[in-house]
Protein backbone atom coordinates (compact mmCIF):
# COMPACT_ATOMS: atom_id res chain seq x y z
CA UNK A 1 0.00 0.00 0.00
CA UNK A 2 1.80 3.29 -1.09
CA UNK A 3 -0.47 5.86 0.47
CA UNK A 4 1.66 8.35 2.23
CA UNK A 5 0.52 10.37 5.90
CA UNK A 6 -0.12 13.43 3.39
CA UNK A 7 -2.73 11.63 1.24
CA UNK A 8 -3.79 9.60 4.24
CA UNK A 9 -4.82 12.74 5.70
CA UNK A 10 -6.49 14.51 2.60
CA UNK A 11 -8.46 11.42 2.24
CA UNK A 12 -9.53 11.35 5.83
CA UNK A 13 -10.68 15.08 6.17
CA UNK A 14 -12.13 15.05 2.50
CA UNK A 15 -14.19 11.32 3.61
CA UNK A 16 -15.81 13.06 6.67
CA UNK A 17 -16.41 16.10 4.83
CA UNK A 18 -18.04 13.84 2.52
CA UNK A 19 -19.73 11.91 4.83
CA UNK A 20 -20.53 14.38 7.25
CA UNK A 21 -22.34 15.89 4.12
CA UNK A 22 -24.70 13.03 3.19
CA UNK A 23 -25.22 12.05 7.54
CA UNK A 24 -26.01 15.02 8.94
CA UNK A 25 -26.48 17.68 6.23
CA UNK A 26 -24.19 20.49 7.43
CA UNK A 27 -22.46 21.15 4.03
CA UNK A 28 -20.78 24.28 3.90
CA UNK A 29 -22.03 27.24 2.16
CA UNK A 30 -25.78 25.39 2.62
CA UNK A 31 -28.66 26.55 4.51
CA UNK A 32 -31.38 24.03 5.18
CA UNK A 33 -34.55 25.69 6.00
CA UNK A 34 -37.25 24.42 7.70
CA UNK A 35 -39.70 20.93 6.24
CA UNK A 36 -36.47 19.55 4.49
CA UNK A 37 -35.82 22.23 1.65
CA UNK A 38 -32.41 23.30 0.95
CA UNK A 39 -31.02 26.36 -0.32
CA UNK A 40 -26.84 26.49 -1.94
CA UNK A 41 -24.69 28.87 -4.08
CA UNK A 42 -22.55 27.72 -6.49
CA UNK A 43 -20.08 29.80 -8.05
CA UNK A 44 -18.79 28.32 -11.17
CA UNK A 45 -14.97 29.64 -11.56
CA UNK A 46 -11.47 28.91 -12.31
CA UNK A 47 -9.31 27.31 -9.80
CA UNK A 48 -5.85 26.25 -8.87
CA UNK A 49 -6.99 22.27 -7.97
CA UNK A 50 -4.46 19.92 -5.91
CA UNK A 51 -5.09 16.42 -7.49
CA UNK A 52 -1.53 15.00 -7.98
CA UNK A 53 0.06 15.61 -4.77
CA UNK A 54 2.20 18.83 -4.52
CA UNK A 55 1.13 20.13 -8.10
CA UNK A 56 -1.16 23.18 -8.93
CA UNK A 57 -3.96 21.82 -11.69
CA UNK A 58 -5.52 25.10 -13.52
CA UNK A 59 -9.28 23.43 -13.27
CA UNK A 60 -12.40 24.59 -12.77
CA UNK A 61 -14.49 23.82 -9.70
CA UNK A 62 -17.44 24.52 -7.99
CA UNK A 63 -16.83 27.31 -5.36
CA UNK A 64 -13.48 26.92 -6.43
CA UNK A 65 -12.99 23.15 -4.96
CA UNK A 66 -12.64 19.35 -6.37
CA UNK A 67 -14.29 17.76 -5.18
CA UNK A 68 -17.23 20.06 -4.01
CA UNK A 69 -19.25 18.31 -1.25
CA UNK A 70 -22.71 16.49 -2.51
CA UNK A 71 -25.69 18.93 -3.09
CA UNK A 72 -28.29 16.93 -0.69
CA UNK A 73 -32.12 17.60 -1.14
CA UNK A 74 -35.41 15.68 0.28
CA UNK A 75 -37.44 13.81 -1.90
CA UNK A 76 -40.88 15.89 -2.62
CA UNK A 77 -39.50 18.91 -1.54
CA UNK A 78 -38.37 22.09 -3.20
CA UNK A 79 -34.73 22.64 -3.72
CA UNK A 80 -32.97 26.24 -4.96
CA UNK A 81 -29.44 26.40 -6.15
CA UNK A 82 -28.06 29.91 -7.29
CA UNK A 83 -25.39 29.55 -10.10
CA UNK A 84 -22.93 32.25 -10.32
CA UNK A 85 -21.04 31.97 -13.50
CA UNK A 86 -17.48 33.46 -12.93
CA UNK A 87 -15.96 31.60 -16.38
CA UNK A 88 -15.10 34.06 -18.98
CA UNK A 89 -17.47 31.74 -21.50
CA UNK A 90 -20.86 31.09 -20.92
CA UNK A 91 -22.54 27.86 -18.97
CA UNK A 92 -25.39 26.35 -17.66
CA UNK A 93 -26.09 23.57 -14.86
CA UNK A 94 -28.10 20.50 -15.85
CA UNK A 95 -29.48 17.97 -13.42
CA UNK A 96 -28.66 14.55 -14.99
CA UNK A 97 -31.07 11.67 -13.78
CA UNK A 98 -33.79 14.27 -12.19
CA UNK A 99 -37.32 14.37 -13.94
CA UNK A 100 -37.40 18.05 -13.89
CA UNK A 101 -39.46 20.63 -15.58
CA UNK A 102 -38.13 21.22 -18.65
CA UNK A 103 -37.59 25.52 -17.84
CA UNK A 104 -35.03 23.86 -14.96
CA UNK A 105 -33.43 21.30 -17.17
CA UNK A 106 -30.13 23.70 -17.96
CA UNK A 107 -29.52 22.98 -21.98
CA UNK A 108 -28.21 25.97 -23.19
CA UNK A 109 -31.38 27.33 -26.10
CA UNK A 110 -33.52 23.86 -25.58
CA UNK A 111 -34.27 24.58 -22.07
CA UNK A 112 -32.55 28.19 -21.22
CA UNK A 113 -30.90 30.59 -22.54
CA UNK A 114 -26.83 29.77 -21.30
CA UNK A 115 -25.82 31.92 -18.24
CA UNK A 116 -23.26 34.89 -19.60
CA UNK A 117 -20.15 35.56 -17.73
CA UNK A 118 -20.99 37.50 -14.67
CA UNK A 119 -24.69 36.41 -14.42
CA UNK A 120 -26.52 34.43 -11.44
CA UNK A 121 -29.15 32.13 -12.57
CA UNK A 122 -31.69 30.43 -10.08
CA UNK A 123 -32.65 26.95 -10.76
CA UNK A 124 -35.59 25.77 -8.53
CA UNK A 125 -37.19 22.21 -8.56
CA UNK A 126 -38.43 19.35 -7.06
CA UNK A 127 -37.14 16.55 -7.38
CA UNK A 128 -39.87 13.56 -7.22
CA UNK A 129 -37.58 10.53 -6.92
CA UNK A 130 -34.73 9.81 -4.63
CA UNK A 131 -31.20 8.61 -5.22
CA UNK A 132 -27.93 9.48 -6.49
CA UNK A 133 -27.65 12.21 -9.00
CA UNK A 134 -25.21 14.46 -10.53
CA UNK A 135 -24.87 17.18 -12.21
CA UNK A 136 -22.66 19.29 -14.93
CA UNK A 137 -22.63 21.78 -17.12
CA UNK A 138 -24.07 21.54 -20.58
CA UNK A 139 -21.72 23.90 -22.41
CA UNK A 140 -18.30 23.69 -23.81
CA UNK A 141 -18.63 20.47 -22.03
CA UNK A 142 -15.22 18.64 -22.92
CA UNK A 143 -13.31 21.53 -21.00
CA UNK A 144 -15.65 22.27 -18.52
CA UNK A 145 -16.09 18.56 -17.14
CA UNK A 146 -13.01 17.67 -17.91
CA UNK A 147 -11.50 20.56 -15.53
CA UNK A 148 -13.53 19.48 -12.55
CA UNK A 149 -17.49 20.96 -13.32
CA UNK A 150 -18.75 17.97 -12.21
CA UNK A 151 -21.01 16.98 -8.85
CA UNK A 152 -23.01 14.78 -7.09
CA UNK A 153 -26.36 15.94 -5.82
CA UNK A 154 -28.12 13.20 -3.16
CA UNK A 155 -31.82 13.08 -2.94
CA UNK A 156 -32.67 11.07 0.57
CA UNK A 157 -35.81 9.34 0.24
CA UNK A 158 -38.69 11.03 1.54
CA UNK A 159 -39.98 9.92 5.54
CA UNK A 160 -41.67 6.79 5.76
CA UNK A 161 -42.17 3.92 7.74
CA UNK A 162 -40.82 0.82 5.73
CA UNK A 163 -37.35 2.76 5.45
CA UNK A 164 -34.95 4.77 7.19
CA UNK A 165 -31.94 6.23 5.44
CA UNK A 166 -30.26 5.22 9.15
CA UNK A 167 -30.36 1.81 8.53
CA UNK A 168 -27.34 2.45 6.51
CA UNK A 169 -23.98 2.68 9.07
CA UNK A 170 -23.00 5.42 6.33
CA UNK A 171 -23.49 6.61 3.16
CA UNK A 172 -20.61 7.31 1.28
CA UNK A 173 -20.74 9.03 -2.55
CA UNK A 174 -17.47 7.77 -4.50
CA UNK A 175 -17.05 10.02 -7.59
CA UNK A 176 -15.00 8.06 -10.18
CA UNK A 177 -13.01 10.64 -13.14
CA UNK A 178 -9.52 10.15 -14.55
CA UNK A 179 -8.11 13.06 -14.97
CA UNK A 180 -5.66 14.23 -18.04
CA UNK A 181 -2.65 15.35 -16.11
CA UNK A 182 0.94 15.50 -16.64
CA UNK A 183 3.40 14.93 -13.82
CA UNK A 184 3.60 18.85 -13.13
CA UNK A 185 -0.36 18.76 -12.58
CA UNK A 186 -0.90 20.87 -16.08
CA UNK A 187 -3.32 19.88 -18.45
CA UNK A 188 -3.00 16.62 -21.66
CA UNK A 189 -5.37 17.50 -24.06
CA UNK A 190 -8.64 16.29 -23.18
CA UNK A 191 -9.86 15.72 -26.62
CA UNK A 192 -8.11 14.43 -29.99
CA UNK A 193 -10.14 14.19 -33.17
CA UNK A 194 -8.56 10.32 -33.47
CA UNK A 195 -9.57 9.39 -30.17
CA UNK A 196 -12.65 11.17 -30.47
CA UNK A 197 -13.85 9.21 -33.80
CA UNK A 198 -12.72 6.15 -31.65
CA UNK A 199 -14.07 5.27 -27.59
CA UNK A 200 -12.70 8.83 -26.33
CA UNK A 201 -9.83 9.88 -24.66
CA UNK A 202 -9.08 8.69 -21.67
CA UNK A 203 -7.21 10.55 -18.71
CA UNK A 204 -4.56 8.89 -16.67
CA UNK A 205 -4.96 9.53 -13.35
CA UNK A 206 -7.60 7.87 -11.56
CA UNK A 207 -9.26 9.69 -9.23
CA UNK A 208 -12.13 8.75 -6.20
CA UNK A 209 -13.60 11.83 -4.87
CA UNK A 210 -10.43 13.70 -6.40
CA UNK A 211 -7.89 11.11 -4.64
CA UNK A 212 -5.78 8.26 -6.47
CA UNK A 213 -6.27 5.33 -4.64
CA UNK A 214 -7.78 6.51 -1.72
CA UNK A 215 -8.03 4.82 1.61
CA UNK A 216 -11.27 5.50 3.66
CA UNK A 217 -12.32 4.90 6.94
CA UNK A 218 -16.34 3.28 7.44
CA UNK A 219 -17.73 1.75 10.21
CA UNK A 220 -17.13 -1.88 11.18
CA UNK A 221 -20.20 -4.26 11.23
CA UNK A 222 -22.52 -2.83 9.70
CA UNK A 223 -24.46 -1.86 6.05
CA UNK A 224 -22.65 0.77 4.33
CA UNK A 225 -24.59 2.65 0.97
CA UNK A 226 -21.37 3.02 -1.80
CA UNK A 227 -22.86 5.39 -4.20
CA UNK A 228 -20.62 5.11 -7.26
CA UNK A 229 -20.75 8.17 -9.95
CA UNK A 230 -18.80 7.68 -12.97
CA UNK A 231 -18.18 11.61 -13.42
CA UNK A 232 -15.84 10.95 -16.35
CA UNK A 233 -15.58 12.12 -19.81
CA UNK A 234 -15.22 8.92 -21.45
CA UNK A 235 -14.13 5.48 -19.29
CA UNK A 236 -16.48 3.07 -18.26
CA UNK A 237 -15.72 1.73 -15.24
CA UNK A 238 -16.12 -2.45 -13.97
CA UNK A 239 -16.76 -2.47 -10.73
CA UNK A 240 -16.05 -5.61 -8.24
CA UNK A 241 -15.34 -6.33 -4.77
CA UNK A 242 -14.16 -9.88 -4.01
CA UNK A 243 -14.15 -10.99 -0.67
CA UNK A 244 -17.09 -9.32 1.20
CA UNK A 245 -20.53 -9.70 0.21
CA UNK A 246 -21.67 -6.37 -1.85
CA UNK A 247 -25.13 -6.10 -3.53
CA UNK A 248 -26.47 -3.70 -6.47
CA UNK A 249 -29.39 -1.74 -5.26
CA UNK A 250 -29.90 1.19 -7.02
CA UNK A 251 -29.44 1.63 -10.44
CA UNK A 252 -28.88 5.74 -11.78
CA UNK A 253 -30.91 6.32 -8.67
CA UNK A 254 -34.00 3.87 -9.14
CA UNK A 255 -33.80 1.36 -6.54
CA UNK A 256 -34.28 -2.23 -7.59
CA UNK A 257 -37.08 -4.87 -6.44
CA UNK A 258 -34.69 -6.64 -5.03
CA UNK A 259 -31.23 -6.51 -4.32
CA UNK A 260 -28.30 -8.12 -6.65
CA UNK A 261 -25.04 -10.12 -5.82
CA UNK A 262 -22.46 -8.09 -7.03
CA UNK A 263 -20.05 -9.95 -9.53
CA UNK A 264 -18.55 -7.21 -11.31
CA UNK A 265 -20.47 -4.28 -12.54
CA UNK A 266 -19.49 -1.94 -15.34
CA UNK A 267 -20.77 1.63 -15.21
CA UNK A 268 -20.12 4.19 -18.19
CA UNK A 269 -19.90 8.23 -18.66
CA UNK A 270 -22.57 10.11 -16.72
CA UNK A 271 -24.25 6.39 -14.93
CA UNK A 272 -24.44 5.32 -11.24
CA UNK A 273 -24.74 2.36 -8.97
CA UNK A 274 -25.45 2.16 -5.04
CA UNK A 275 -23.93 -0.60 -3.80
CA UNK A 276 -24.70 -2.16 0.12
CA UNK A 277 -22.22 -4.16 1.32
CA UNK A 278 -21.13 -5.66 4.74
CA UNK A 279 -18.07 -4.45 6.46
CA UNK A 280 -16.21 -7.16 8.85
CA UNK A 281 -14.77 -6.21 11.99
CA UNK A 282 -12.41 -3.57 12.97
CA UNK A 283 -9.50 -3.02 11.56
CA UNK A 284 -9.79 -4.81 7.62
CA UNK A 285 -9.29 -3.49 4.57
CA UNK A 286 -11.63 -3.88 1.46
CA UNK A 287 -10.36 -3.76 -1.68
CA UNK A 288 -12.50 -2.39 -4.38
CA UNK A 289 -11.59 -2.49 -7.76
CA UNK A 290 -11.70 -1.44 -11.25
CA UNK A 291 -11.25 -4.37 -14.28
CA UNK A 292 -9.10 -3.07 -17.29
CA UNK A 293 -9.90 -5.23 -20.35
CA UNK A 294 -11.36 -8.85 -19.94
CA UNK A 295 -9.77 -10.21 -16.94
CA UNK A 296 -7.59 -8.00 -15.09
CA UNK A 297 -8.38 -5.62 -12.34
CA UNK A 298 -6.89 -2.87 -10.20
CA UNK A 299 -7.34 -1.06 -7.36
CA UNK A 300 -9.79 1.94 -7.43
CA UNK A 301 -9.94 2.34 -3.58
CA UNK A 302 -9.93 0.30 -0.01
CA UNK A 303 -12.08 0.96 2.56
CA UNK A 304 -10.99 0.68 6.01
CA UNK A 305 -13.36 -0.25 9.19
CA UNK A 306 -12.46 1.59 11.94
CA UNK A 307 -15.21 1.52 14.20
CA UNK A 308 -18.32 -0.21 15.71
CA UNK A 309 -21.50 1.67 14.80
CA UNK A 310 -23.75 2.91 16.85
CA UNK A 311 -27.12 1.13 15.74
CA UNK A 312 -28.01 -2.32 16.41
CA UNK A 313 -25.94 -5.50 14.59
CA UNK A 314 -26.78 -5.41 11.04
CA UNK A 315 -29.11 -7.31 9.49
CA UNK A 316 -28.58 -10.76 7.13
CA UNK A 317 -30.03 -8.79 4.58
CA UNK A 318 -29.19 -5.30 3.17
CA UNK A 319 -31.82 -2.29 3.74
CA UNK A 320 -33.61 -1.68 1.02
CA UNK A 321 -35.07 1.73 -0.56
CA UNK A 322 -38.57 2.38 -1.87
CA UNK A 323 -38.91 1.92 -4.91
CA UNK A 324 -39.66 5.69 -7.05
CA UNK A 325 -42.92 6.82 -8.27
CA UNK A 326 -42.28 5.84 -11.96
CA UNK A 327 -45.02 5.19 -14.27
CA UNK A 328 -45.03 1.90 -15.52
CA UNK A 329 -44.80 1.49 -19.25
CA UNK A 330 -48.19 -0.09 -20.77
CA UNK A 331 -46.27 -2.63 -23.45
CA UNK A 332 -49.02 -3.72 -25.04
CA UNK A 333 -50.16 -0.40 -25.87
CA UNK A 334 -46.58 0.98 -26.85
CA UNK A 335 -45.32 2.28 -29.64
CA UNK A 336 -42.27 1.73 -31.46
CA UNK A 337 -39.41 4.18 -32.67
CA UNK A 338 -35.65 2.67 -33.92
CA UNK A 339 -32.32 4.69 -33.14
CA UNK A 340 -29.55 3.58 -34.82
CA UNK A 341 -26.14 4.88 -33.98
CA UNK A 342 -23.80 5.13 -36.40
CA UNK A 343 -20.48 6.32 -37.63
CA UNK A 344 -20.84 9.47 -40.11
CA UNK A 345 -16.63 10.08 -40.10
CA UNK A 346 -17.34 10.42 -44.19
CA UNK A 347 -18.76 13.99 -43.39
CA UNK A 348 -16.83 16.81 -42.68
CA UNK A 349 -18.67 20.36 -43.17
CA UNK A 350 -17.98 23.40 -42.10
CA UNK A 351 -19.93 25.47 -40.17
CA UNK A 352 -21.63 29.10 -40.65
CA UNK A 353 -18.55 30.97 -39.66
CA UNK A 354 -16.59 28.52 -42.38
CA UNK A 355 -15.23 26.61 -38.98
CA UNK A 356 -14.72 23.08 -39.72
CA UNK A 357 -16.41 20.70 -37.05
CA UNK A 358 -15.67 17.16 -37.13
CA UNK A 359 -18.66 14.88 -37.35
CA UNK A 360 -17.77 11.41 -36.80
CA UNK A 361 -21.39 9.64 -35.64
CA UNK A 362 -24.88 9.95 -35.63
CA UNK A 363 -28.16 9.26 -34.99
CA UNK A 364 -30.56 7.72 -37.48
CA UNK A 365 -28.11 9.12 -40.34
CA UNK A 366 -28.48 12.70 -38.60
CA UNK A 367 -25.45 14.27 -36.63
CA UNK A 368 -25.62 17.24 -34.59
CA UNK A 369 -22.90 19.27 -33.39
CA UNK A 370 -22.42 22.59 -31.70
CA UNK A 371 -25.74 23.90 -29.87
CA UNK A 372 -26.41 27.35 -30.98
CA UNK A 373 -29.98 29.87 -30.90
CA UNK A 374 -29.64 29.32 -34.88
CA UNK A 375 -28.72 25.72 -34.82
CA UNK A 376 -31.54 23.45 -33.59
CA UNK A 377 -32.27 20.64 -35.55
CA UNK A 378 -35.50 18.98 -35.87
CA UNK A 379 -36.36 16.45 -33.25
CA UNK A 380 -35.47 13.04 -33.47
CA UNK A 381 -38.97 12.11 -32.74
CA UNK A 382 -41.83 13.88 -31.58
CA UNK A 383 -43.89 11.72 -28.24
CA UNK A 384 -47.68 12.00 -27.38
CA UNK A 385 -47.60 13.43 -23.93
CA UNK A 386 -49.13 10.30 -21.50
CA UNK A 387 -48.44 7.41 -24.48
CA UNK A 388 -45.96 4.95 -23.91
CA UNK A 389 -43.01 4.21 -25.74
CA UNK A 390 -40.59 1.64 -26.95
CA UNK A 391 -37.12 3.18 -28.50
CA UNK A 392 -35.23 -0.05 -29.96
CA UNK A 393 -31.87 1.35 -30.24
CA UNK A 394 -29.06 -0.39 -32.00
CA UNK A 395 -25.38 0.42 -31.92
CA UNK A 396 -23.83 0.20 -35.56
CA UNK A 397 -20.43 1.12 -34.52
CA UNK A 398 -17.32 -1.44 -32.58
CA UNK A 399 -17.71 1.01 -30.04
CA UNK A 400 -19.46 1.63 -26.79
CA UNK A 401 -21.78 4.09 -25.92
CA UNK A 402 -23.69 5.20 -22.75
CA UNK A 403 -27.11 6.44 -24.35
CA UNK A 404 -28.98 8.90 -22.38
CA UNK A 405 -32.21 10.76 -22.33
CA UNK A 406 -32.92 14.03 -20.12
CA UNK A 407 -36.60 14.31 -18.42
CA UNK A 408 -37.60 10.60 -17.73
CA UNK A 409 -36.21 7.42 -16.68
CA UNK A 410 -36.62 4.56 -18.88
CA UNK A 411 -36.76 1.08 -18.83
CA UNK A 412 -34.48 -1.47 -20.32
CA UNK A 413 -36.19 -4.36 -21.43
CA UNK A 414 -34.48 -6.16 -23.74
CA UNK A 415 -30.96 -6.62 -25.53
CA UNK A 416 -29.75 -9.02 -28.25
CA UNK A 417 -26.52 -9.75 -25.85
CA UNK A 418 -27.74 -10.76 -22.32
CA UNK A 419 -30.49 -11.65 -20.38
CA UNK A 420 -32.09 -8.44 -18.55
CA UNK A 421 -33.90 -8.12 -15.71
CA UNK A 422 -35.96 -4.96 -16.92
CA UNK A 423 -34.71 -2.10 -14.89
CA UNK A 424 -35.06 1.77 -14.38
CA UNK A 425 -32.38 4.06 -15.52
CA UNK A 426 -31.49 7.57 -17.22
CA UNK A 427 -28.48 5.98 -19.06
CA UNK A 428 -27.63 2.75 -20.59
CA UNK A 429 -24.54 1.28 -21.79
CA UNK A 430 -24.57 0.02 -24.86
CA UNK A 431 -21.70 -2.31 -25.93
CA UNK A 432 -20.43 -3.05 -29.27
CA UNK A 433 -23.03 -4.03 -32.11
CA UNK A 434 -25.92 -4.21 -29.05
CA UNK A 435 -29.39 -3.65 -29.71
CA UNK A 436 -31.48 -2.96 -26.46
CA UNK A 437 -35.10 -1.85 -25.95
CA UNK A 438 -35.88 0.63 -23.74
CA UNK A 439 -39.78 1.39 -22.64
CA UNK A 440 -41.45 4.28 -20.90
CA UNK A 441 -43.98 6.92 -20.45
CA UNK A 442 -43.68 10.02 -21.70
CA UNK A 443 -45.39 12.22 -19.13
CA UNK A 444 -42.60 15.06 -18.85
CA UNK A 445 -43.73 17.78 -21.41
CA UNK A 446 -40.40 19.39 -23.42
CA UNK A 447 -37.43 19.17 -25.71
CA UNK A 448 -35.19 16.56 -24.13
CA UNK A 449 -32.06 15.80 -24.84
CA UNK A 450 -31.04 12.74 -25.93
CA UNK A 451 -27.55 11.78 -26.22
CA UNK A 452 -23.67 9.46 -25.41
CA UNK A 453 -22.76 10.65 -22.68
CA UNK A 454 -19.23 9.95 -24.07
CA UNK A 455 -18.33 13.92 -24.13
CA UNK A 456 -16.32 14.00 -27.41
CA UNK A 457 -18.69 11.75 -29.07
CA UNK A 458 -21.74 14.13 -27.98
CA UNK A 459 -19.47 16.68 -29.68
CA UNK A 460 -18.85 15.22 -33.04
CA UNK A 461 -22.59 13.70 -33.38
CA UNK A 462 -24.15 11.76 -31.16
CA UNK A 463 -26.63 13.98 -30.12
CA UNK A 464 -30.67 14.63 -30.53
CA UNK A 465 -33.43 15.55 -28.68
CA UNK A 466 -37.34 14.13 -28.33
CA UNK A 467 -40.04 16.68 -28.04
CA UNK A 468 -43.00 15.33 -25.23
CA UNK A 469 -46.24 17.47 -26.10
CU1 LIG B 1 -25.44 14.22 -17.90
CU2 LIG B 1 -27.14 15.76 -21.19
O1 LIG B 1 -26.35 14.93 -19.57
CU1 LIG C 1 -28.91 14.36 -18.20
CU1 LIG D 1 -20.66 7.26 -27.55
Not at 23 to 34: A, F, H, I, S
Request: proline share 9%; net charge neutral; glycine share 6%.
Amino acid sequence: MSVNRRDFLKTSLQTSLLASAVLTGCVPVTRMQQNGEYDYTLSVEPADLEIRPDTVTPGLGFNGEYPHAPLKAKQGKPITIRVVNKLQQPTTIHWHGIRIDIKMDGVPFLSQKPIMPGETFIYHFTPPDAGTFWFHPHVNSVEQLGKGLVGLLIVEESDSDTFSPNEFAADLPLMLKNWHLNKDGSFKPLTTPRNAARMGTPGNYATVNGINKPIIDVPAEGWLRLRFANVDNTLVYKLRIKDYPAYIISIDANPLAEPKRLDNYSIGAGMRVDIAIKTPAAGEEILIENGKGKRSYRELLRLKTVSRPLNQPAAEAPPLPPLNPLSEPDLANATVKRFTFEWEGAVTPADSNGKSMPRFWAINRIPWTGMSADNIPAPLATLELGKTYIFDLKNATPHRHPIHIHGVMFKVIRSNQKKIDPFFTDTVLMERNEQVQIAFVADNPGRWMYHCHVIEHMKTGLMGYITIA
